[in-house]
Nanobody, 115 residues
Framework: QVQLVESGGGLVQPGGSLRLSCAASGSISSINVMGWYRQAPGKQRELVAVITSGGSTNYADPVKGRFTISRDNAKNTVYLQMNSLKPEDTAVYYC?????????WGQGTQVTVSS
């Protein structure tokens, strides 16, 4: 059974930074995509950023230039460095692991950007 555990969320002022982490445990294919999605109140869950096991990345337009996704394959961990945070970045952030045959989600971590 694969489990994803997120950490690093919290309350930050506009313009501040946070770093999210997501550690995957269990039997995990070496070929996979890990990513971050977010869901704000009353809105659908949306892509934030994804990274393949080979290191290719893709970002949603609203976060380009502010967020950076990275991963440590040896630790099966993905990170999201979030800089220049805005109130509109407030949401529950979810980690997602996609393999050839399965999709796994973390439990989510709250990020609140407010003064």
């Amino acid at each position: 059974q694969v489990q994803l555990v997120e950490s690093g969320g919290g309350l930050v002022q506009p313009g501040g930074s946070l770093r999210l982490s997501c550690a995957a445990s269990g039997s995990i294919s070496s070929i996979n995509v890990m990513g971050w999605y977010r869901q704000a109140p009353g809105k659908q869950r949306e892509l934030v950023a994804v990274i393949t096991s080979g290191g290719s990345t893709n970002y949603a337009d609203p976060v380009k230039g502010r967020f950076t996704i990275s991963r440590d394959n040896a630790k099966n961990t993905v990170y999201l460095q979030m800089n220049s945070l805005k109130p509109e970045d407030t949401a529950v952030y979810y980690c997602k692991l996609t393999t050839i045959s399965h999709v796994y989600w973390g439990q989510g971590t709250q990020v609140t950007v407010s003064s």
